[in-house]
């Protein structure tokens, strides 16, 4: 083994790879999708890794019926060799896990999208829902786990994110010695937002959480949020000075370690021959200025505000009718919830909207694309002048450090302050409130009208720090976290 190469068990709900079958009707492996995946995808270059993860596809099913449920070998895109382990779930199991507990009731109340005075209302559907799909999905998560241990009882468990927040606590309970690390990419609520759960609901997360020996995090402002709620929600004695919470006698470091992607990545992409076409098409069409939102479909982006904020832009800029537009690439996401399938259907209204209202003759102020094209992204990220990213919360928003790598048009990155990315990018963009439309629009305005020398310099300033800080600078760092807590309890 290489220094510095350890072995390491992965777990999260997506997976590097899914299974399907080939026209000719052979299986074949397909690169799973989701920006977590990607992120942790070098880990499986460097280390010695366990990836468990749910099947997703009828043929993630077959294989796990193949084998019995056992991990198998497979390589990744650059031939580096990885265990692969798939847990079928109950499919009403599963469906309850993913599209009523952890999303929406966990995502929207991370993410504060509640109506309070209207929504939600509990009821013994969200209960069941737990107890039958929550629960159980963590439990078989944590049973593929304990098996793997008993295999190489030495080897650190990495968990991702909010579908897997009990998982923790029940390999902890019998396994006592596991050297367990948990990190969440959403944004963690203020303590008093928790009290939308039930007591023993928002009392069972905290507790799963605090099983580990390491909490990530993404911003100070998600830290301390946590700290503040297993404080005060689960009585857990927290050093804020320290960044550690002590529950049950064990004491967990909480940690923040800003997620971030792969520049070399993004410049092979950007002068590949897929995005060279897109990018030819979009040049061809492009108005004089363009302001370019990335994003899902997903109601914590702030699509309909953002619209509305460019009609208030149109409404005080006629000069700029007929030579500016907003080109929104937006990917669907998650239609199998209702609150999703509702909030794309108010951005297609509100789109529409605006457009009747100014398009004339060879110009739509919106250009709406709602599909996966991720080689069309990369070609817009080439040409915005304005990059817009209005979240009205976000646990980073990875958007926001791609498209700048690769703009070839000094564009200035207008930025939600309640995205995670404006802790670190915030010096460089230009803030907004992402409830203040007005305030938006006038960001809009100053990106278009910027001088020339400080839009440079502050994509430059974004460029620097992206590249001196890295997706292999985050995973070092977990690591880093992870040998400084086994090093604590040998």
């Known amino acids: 083994m290489a220094v510095g190469r350890r072995k390491l068990i992965v777990v999260s709900n997506r997976g590097p790879i899914t299974f399907r079958r080939a026209e000719d009707g052979t299986r074949a492996a397909r690169r799973g999708g989701g920006g977590l995946v990607t992120a942790l995808r070098s880990l499986v270059s460097h280390h010695d890794v366990t990836w468990i993860a749910s099947a997703m596809t009828d043929e993630d099913r077959a294989v796990v019926a193949e084998t019995g449920g056992r991990a198998i070998d497979e390589q990744s895109d650059d031939g580096s060799a990885f265990r692969l382990r798939l847990v079928a779930h109950d499919e009403s199991a599963y469906d309850w896990f993913y599209n009523v507990v952890s999303n929406p009731m966990l995502w929207f109340l991370q993410h504060y999208l509640w109506e309070l005075a209207y929504t939600p209302s509990l009821d013994v559907a969200l209960q069941h829902a737990w107890d039958e799909g929550y629960v159980r999905t963590n439990e078989a998560f944590a049973d593929a786990v304990l098996e793997e241990l008993e295999l190489e009882p030495d080897t650190a468990v990495f968990f991702h994110d909010y579908h897997l927040y009990l998982a923790p606590r029940i390999v902890r309970e019998r396994a006592p010695d596991a050297l367990l690390a948990h990190f969440v ?31 990530g995090f993404h911003t100070e402002r998600w830290r301390l949020n946590f700290l503040r709620s297993a404080s005060d929600l689960a009585d857990a004695d927290c050093n804020f000075a320290e960044g550690t919470a002590t529950y049950c006698d064990r004491r967990s470091l909480v940690t923040v370690h800003p997620i971030s992607v792969d520049p070399g990545e993004f410049d092979e992409l950007a002068a590949s021959e897929a995005v060279l076409a897109a990018e030819r098409e979009l040049v061809a069409r492009r108005p004089e200025k363009l302001v370019l939102r990335v994003d899902r479909t997903d109601p914590s982006k702030n699509i309909v505000r953002g619209f509305r904020a460019f009609e208030l832009y149109l409404d005080a800029h006629q000069e700029m009718h007929g030579r500016v537009g907003m080109l929104a690439l937006l990917d669907p996401s998650r239609q199998d919830i209702p609150e999703y399938s509702e909030y794309l259907g108010a951005i297609q209204r509100e789109a529409r909207r605006v457009n009747d209202r100014f398009q004339r003759a060879g110009w739509t102020p919106i250009e709406l694309a709602i599909e996966d094209d991720f080689h069309g992204a990369i070609a817009a990220y080439k040409q915005f002048d304005v990059l817009f990213v209005n979240a009205i919360f976000d646990g980073m928003n990875l958007v926001a450090k791609e498209a ?16 995670g990315a404006h802790e670190e ?22 990106g278009l009208t910027m001088a020339p020398e400080e839009r440079r310099a502050r994509l430059d300033g974004i460029r620097t720090h992206v590249r001196e800080h890295d997706v292999a600078g985050w995973i070092a760092a977990q690591l880093a976290d992870l040998d400084r807590c086994g090093a604590a309890v040998s």
């Open 185 to 215: 990419h959403i944004p963690w609520p203020q303590p008093d937002y928790w009290h939308v759960l039930p007591d023993p609901i928002r009392r069972a997360v905290h507790e799963g959480l605090l099983a580990n020996d390491v909490i």
């Open 404 to 419: 700048p790598l690769v703009n070839e048009r000094d564009g200035v990155l207008v930025l939600s302050e309640n995205a």
């Open 425 to 446: 990018l915030g010096e460089w963009a230009l803030s907004v409130n992402p409830f203040d439309v007005a305030g938006q629009a006038d960001a809009i305005h100053r």
